[in-house]
C-alpha cells in the first residue's frame, strides 16, 4: 500500500491541479480540484499514519499525540481554509472596483502552453483558487481532528 | 448599479471573514465583530430607506450577481418585504450580538462565535434578499450551517442530542426541499421566481402544466413549516433552544424562524398564486383554484395546532427558556393564521390585510421574545441557573430585569400600547372580516394560554420570596443597557405605531403584487428569444 500510494499521491495531485485549471468551461474547479488534492492528504493519512506528515516529512517535533487541535499541521489547515475563503470573498469583490456587479468575471486566453497548448485563464480562477482551499482546508481539519479522537 | 442591494450580505460576510482571520486576537475580533454589526444595521437601514421608506423610494431594485442577466443568472431582489424583514433580522441582530460581549466571554468560545454569528446573518439576509428558488436553498443551507454549530457549540450530552435531532430534521427537510426544487425546474423550466410566476400566469403560452405545482409547492411547505418550527413539524424546538447559547436563541427564535414564514409567503403569495387549477376545494371560506386556495387551510391547521400545543407546553415547561422556547411554538401559529386566512381569501384586500398582520405580528414576535430570551440570559449570567424552582424574587433583587421582562411579556400577550396590542389586533381583525369563527375562537384560547404562562414564569422567577441564588445576583450594566434598550424599542413601535403600520403595508402589498415584481425582475424571454415588456 505504501508502494502504491508513493506514486498515486503524485498522479493525484496532478490531476486535481489539472482539474482546477480547467474548471472554467469543462467540469472540474476549485471544488472538484479540492476534494481530489484532499483525497491524496487522506490516503497518506491511511497508508503511513496521521503523525506521519507531520514527523516525517516536515521534520518537526509533534508536541502531543493526545490532541489534534495542538497540531501545526491542523493549525495549518484552519489558516488556510481562512484564507480561502478571504480570497473568494475578496475575489468577488473586485469588480466591484470597475463597476461592475459582485462575481462578475473576465477571461484571457494563453496560448503556446507546454502540454495544453492553449488554456482560458479566467479571473474566475482567483474565486476558484478560495473554494479549493477553503475545501482542502475544512475537509482536512476535520480528518485529522476526528481521525486522533 | 445598485450595490446597495448586496450590501448587507457582503458586509456581513467579510465581517465573518474578518472575525475569521482574527480568531487568535480575541479583543481585535470582537471590535471588529461589533463594528461589522453597525455597518450590517446600516446597510440594512440603507437599503430600507431606498426601497421603502424614503419618500420618494425607488420600489423593489434587482441586482443580477456576476453581470448575468434574469432569467439565467442569480437575480437578488431588494423589495418593501425583503427590506421589512431584514430591517427585523438587523435590529434583533445588533442587541443580541452586543449582549454576547458580555455573555460568551471564555477565550475558546469566542473564537468562533463571532465568524459563525456573521455567517448566520450573511444566510438569512442572503435568503430574504434571492430571487431564485435554488439559491433560496442555498442560503437555507448556509443559515443552517451556523446554527447547527451553535446547536452543539457547549458540546455536553444535551447539546449533541439536541443537535442530532436538529441536524437530522433538517438534512430530511434540505432532501425533501432539493426534490421539490428541482421538480418546480422540471416542470416550469425556470429557477428565477419572477420568471416561474410569470410563466405559471400563462401554462399555456409556455407550454407547462400547472398541476404538478401543487404537490411540488405542498413540499416546499413542510420543509419552510419546520423551518418556523409550525406543529407537526415542531419538536426540535424545545431542545434546539436551550442548547443554543441564549443570545443566539434570541436570533433563532426572532430572525431564522421567520425565514421560514418569509418564504413561504414570498413563493406562495408572489409566485404560485399565479397559477389557475381547473378544480378547487369545496371547503367553506376558500374561494378560488389556485395552488394558495390548497396550501390556505394546510397551512391553518398546523398554525392552530401550533397556538395550541405551544401554549399548553410552555404552561408546563420548567426552564425560563424552555417556557420561551414552546411559547415560540404558539406565536409562530399567531404569525400563520392570518396569513392562512389571507390565502383563503379571494378578494385582494383581505389577502394583503392578513400577509400585513401576520408581518406585524412577526415584527413584534421577533421584538418580544428577543427582549424575553435576552432576559433569560442575564438572569443565567447573573443568577448563574434559569430552572424556574430556583429562581424567585428576582423582580426586588433587579427592578430593572423585572420590568423588561413584563415589557416583553405583556408585548406578548397584547397589552396596549406595547407592540403587541397591534399585532394582536390586526389579526382579530383578519379573523372576523374573514368570518372565521374557528380562528377568533383559537386566536382568544391561544392569548388565554399566552397570559397563563407569562404570568406563571412571571410568579415563580419574579415574584415573591427571593431564593438563595437571586440574593446574590448582579446584573452586567452592558446587558441591562440592551434589554433596556429593547424594551424601549417595543414601547416605541406601539406608540408611533402609524410608520411600521405602513412600512407592514408596503411590504405586504409587494408580496401580493405579482406584476410589480415580475416588472422589478423583468427576466428576459427565453422561449422567443427576445426581450420582455
Sequence with gaps: MRTTARTVVTLILLVAASLFLQGHKQPGGGFIGGVLATTAFALVYVAYDLYFLEERVLGRELASRDSAFGDRTVGAYLRLFTVGIALAAVAGLAPLAFGLPYLSQTYVILEGLPVYHELEVASALAFDLGVFCVVVGAILTVLSVVGAE | ?533
Design chain 2, 1 to 533: 448599479m445598485s450595490t446597495f442591494v448586496v450590501a448587507p450580505i457582503l458586509t456581513a460576510l467579510f465581517t465573518a471573514v474578518t472575525a475569521l482571520l482574527l480568531h487568535r486576537r480575541t479583543r481585535l475580533q470582537t471590535a471588529a465583530s461589533l463594528a461589522g454589526t453597525v455597518a450590517y444595521a446600516a446597510a440594512v437601514g440603507v437599503l430600507a430607506w431606498r426601497v421603502a421608506l424614503a419618500p420618494d423610494p425607488v420600489g423593489a431594485t434587482t441586482y443580477q450577481v456576476g453581470g448575468w442577466p434574469a432569467p439565467f443568472g442569480i437575480t437578488l431582489v431588494a423589495d418593501a418585504l425583503a427590506a421589512f424583514m431584514l430591517v427585523m433580522v438587523a435590529t434583533v441582530g445588533v442587541a443580541s450580538l452586543v449582549f454576547s460581549t458580555r455573555y460568551v466571554e471564555a477565550p475558546e468560545e469566542k473564537r468562533f462565535y463571532h465568524p459563525l454569528f456573521h455567517f448566520l446573518l450573511v444566510g438569512v439576509s442572503g435568503a430574504f434578499l434571492t430571487g431564485d428558488v435554488f439559491n433560496l436553498f442555498v442560503w437555507f443551507e448556509v443559515m443552517l450551517m451556523a446554527s447547527y454549530v451553535f446547536v452543539v457549540f457547549y458540546g455536553g450530552p444535551q447539546h449533541t442530542r439536541a443537535a442530532l435531532r436538529y441536524v437530522a430534521l433538517n438534512l430530511v427537510g434540505s432532501a425533501l426541499m432539493l426534490l421539490a426544487v428541482g421538480g418546480l425546474y422540471a416542470t416550469t423550466g425556470t429557477l428565477n421566481m419572477a420568471d416561474m410566476s410569470r410563466r405559471l400566469a400563462e401554462p399555456a403560452a409556455y407550454g407547462i402544466s400547472v398541476e404538478p405545482v401543487v404537490g411540488l409547492s405542498a413540499l416546499l411547505l413542510s420543509v419552510f413549516a419546520l423551518k418556523a418550527g409550525l406543529v407537526p413539524f415542531q419538536f426540535w424546538v424545545p431542545s434546539a433552544y436551550r442548547a443554543a447559547p441564549l443570545p443566539v436563541t434570541a436570533m433563532l427564535a426572532g430572525a431564522t424562524k421567520k425565514v421560514g414564514i418569509y418564504a413561504l409567503v414570498r413563493l406562495y403569495f408572489t409566485v404560485f398564486a399565479a397559477a389557475e387549477l381547473p378544480v378547487s376545494l369545496p371547503l367553506p371560506g376558500v374561494d378560488g383554484g389556485s395552488p394558495l386556495a390548497f396550501f390556505a387551510p394546510a397551512l391553518f391547521l398546523m398554525a392552530v395546532a401550533s397556538v395550541v400545543v405551544g401554549g399548553f407546553g410552555a404552561v408546563d415547561a420548567d426552564s425560563f427558556e424552555g417556557v420561551l422556547a414552546y411559547s415560540s411554538i404558539g406565536q409562530i401559529g399567531f404569525i400563520a393564521i392570518p396569513v392562512a386566512i389571507g390565502a383563503a381569501a379571494s378578494s385582494p384586500a383581505l389577502r394583503r390585510l392578513g400577509v400585513l398582520a401576520g408581518l406585524v405580528y412577526a415584527l413584534n414576535h421577533a421584538l418580544a421574545k428577543g427582549t424575553l430570551f435576552l432576559t433569560a440570559a442575564a438572569t443565567r449570567s447573573a443568577v448563574g441557573t434559569s430552572r424556574l424552582e430556583d429562581l424567585g424574587g428576582l423582580a426586588s433583587r433587579s427592578p430593572l430585569l423585572g420590568s423588561v421582562f413584563l415589557v416583553g411579556a405583556l408585548a406578548l400577550v397584547g397589552i396596549p400600547p406595547l407592540s403587541g396590542f397591534f399585532g394582536k389586533f390586526l389579526a382579530f381583525d383578519v379573523a372576523v372580516r374573514a368570518e372565521a369563527a374557528v380562528a377568533v375562537a383559537v386566536l382568544l384560547l391561544g392569548t388565554g394560554l399566552t397570559i397563563a404562562y407569562t404570568t406563571r414564569a412571571w410568579n415563580r422567577a419574579f415574584w415573591g420570596q427571593q431564593s438563595a441564588a437571586v440574593g446574590a445576583a448582579d446584573v452586567d450594566p452592558v446587558q441591562a443597557a440592551v434589554l433596556v434598550g429593547l424594551a424601549l424599542t417595543i414601547v416605541a413601535v406601539g406608540v408611533g405605531f402609524d410608520p411600521v403600520y405602513e412600512f407592514a403595508e408596503a411590504a405586504a402589498r409587494a408580496a401580493t403584487d405579482r406584476g410589480a415584481y415580475v416588472d422589478a425582475v423583468d427576466p428576459a424571454d427565453v422561449e422567443t428569444g427576445g426581450e420582455s415588456a
